[in-house]
Each structure stands twice: as C-alpha cells, then as structure tokens.
C-alpha cells in the first residue's frame, strides 16, 4: 500500500511541538484515538537505535493495544524516522514556519487489516488531539 501522509498546522514555536511530541509525559496527554481511551504508558527515548513504546487503551484496561518500534533517525527540531516492529515506516516531520507556527507532517506506511482511509482518519483524530494539547497548553 502507498504511504500516508496526515499534517496539522499549529500555533506554537518548533520548540514546544518538538518537546510535546518527544517527551512521554507529554505523549499521554494525547495519544488517543477515542474519547473514552487513554495513553497508559510512554516510553520513547530519541536517539537513533532508540525503542518507543505507547500503550492506548480504554480507560478501564479491558481492551488496548501496543505502538512499539525503533527510532531510525533523528535531526533535533526538524525528523524523526522510525520503524514500527512489524517493519512499517513512520516519518514526523517539524517545518519551522515562524516564531509561532510550525507545520507538522507525518507519513506512514498503512497496514494491511485496515483499509487505507480508516488509518488515516485514526492519525488525523491523533493529531487533532495533539494540536489542541500543544496550542491549550503553556
């Protein structure tokens, strides 16, 4: 399958999208998909040959599942290359557009159980909820 691509615009300097992105306290604020759904755990340490591992999940636990692989690449403020441990690809992209906005990209190799547009709409919600973290917090 093709790669997908889903971007958001945000008001906040490079800086805090880069930290907000990074650190994994930040991550469980809003690496969820579902209303009623949680980031229980985040590990990410950003280096390359780093491993990351985010647990979403529903709130009670009964039913969740595991976003773990490996960090490829890194370039501070502007990539991050990574591959999932089923071999799929994921690029995040930070493209400084001013002081205050920064334009986020991020590309992603589907797989194969889910059609093309449901993932796609999965990272779209991830990412709404990622922009409203960032720009909501201070």
Not at 3 to 9: A, D, N, Y
Not at 27 to 34: C, D
Not at 81 to 105: A, M, P, Q, Y
Not at 113 to 119: G, H, M, P
């Amino acid at each position: 399958m093709e790669t997908v691509k889903s971007e958001i615009r945000l008001l906040a300097p490079v800086e805090k999208v880069w930290t907000y992105f990074s650190e994994p306290h930040h991550v469980q604020k809003w690496f969820f998909a579902i209303k009623d759904w949680r980031c229980a755990r985040a590990l990410n340490e950003l280096r390359a040959g780093g491993n990351f591992s985010y647990r979403m999940e529903n709130k009670d636990g009964s039913h969740g599942y595991d976003f773990v692989g490996t960090i490829d690449s890194v370039i501070p403020m502007e990539k991050i290359l990574s591959t999932l441990d089923d071999g799929r690809n994921l690029e995040f992209h930070f493209e400084k557009k001013d002081d205050t906005t920064t334009h986020f990209i991020m590309f992603f190799d589907p797989e194969t159980k889910n059609t093309r547009e449901s993932q796609k709409r999965f990272w779209d919600i991830v990412l709404s909820n990622f922009e409203k973290y960032v720009e909501n917090s201070r």
